[in-house]
């Protein structure tokens, strides 16, 4: 196919195009989420109960003993399902959120003003999604942090409904938002601006002269980079969302006052390795799927040609 002839799925900010950014989300963040099920069970054990899993490796250890693997995976429902319908609203919403705040301003602002824009898109993309993830989050980890609670999501979330009532799905979602609203602003932003760095400076060639492969692989790169630094501002209200949701009748300022500034931190590194590799993965598999079913993927943003005579570039 001869260079700018490439034929596309849907035009660029189409109804089809952001459906399909809500499937390619729901694909990226239902299965890596998924995948790290037995990595993010340790985290949240490692955050309620310090004084039996005292590490990762002594969490995974003793999680395997009581369980075998089937504990290892214990809530792979809830999250599946979960964070397929979070990353469906949260990358498609990123990037009508992106585009609609783009229209609003002319070509030259909302170049110097990019950064805010990807963090307005993914603040207002993340306060919807997380109205979906929620129950399903509150349920997954009731499921991984309470001994002997059942395993099997379709008698949780009824039990759950029955003895606490509609409101325990619910009661984690200011605390989530308050981990995922932040790291979504870090992971969008970060990884735009990450993007355009590597291809300014590190890729050897413009990014229409790589290989689909090789920008894949760039794309890996960014998001990965994003995820430490997303593991990082989020990881306080990540405790306390784990708290909650194991023990409803808690308030954050109790939680707070009982784990204290270093107990807070509790898990960091485990959720380091999980974010990073999750997120990197995120992207990778959100842009394959564009590539996959032939959609238009728009580049990092460059300078626009008004912009680069004013200034002399």
Known sequence: MAKGKEEYSCAMYSNKYFQLCAAGG??????????????????????????KYKSIFKGFGISFREGGAANLVKGWAPTLIGYSLQGAAKFAGYEYFKYKFATMVDEETAYLYRTYMYLAA???AELIADAFLAPFEATKVRMQTTPGYTSQMRRAMPHMMSTEGFGVFYRGLTPLWGRQVPYTMMKFSSFEKTLEYLYA??????????TKTEQLVVTFSAGYIAGVLCAIVSHPSDTIVSKL?????????????EVGMVGIWRGLVARIIMIGTLTGLQWFVYDAFKVYTGMPRPPPADMPDSLRKKLGK
């Open 245 to 257: 949701n194991k023990e409803p009748s808690a308030s954050i300022g109790g939680i707070l006052r």
């Open 26 to 51: 729901a694909v990226a963040c239902g299965t890596t989420h998924t995948f790290v099920t037995p990595l993010d069970l340790v985290k949240c054990r490692l955050q309620v109960d310090p004084a």
């Open 201 to 210: 400076n590190v890729v050897p060639k413009p990014r229409e002269q790589c």
């Open 122 to 124: 993914s603040a207002s």
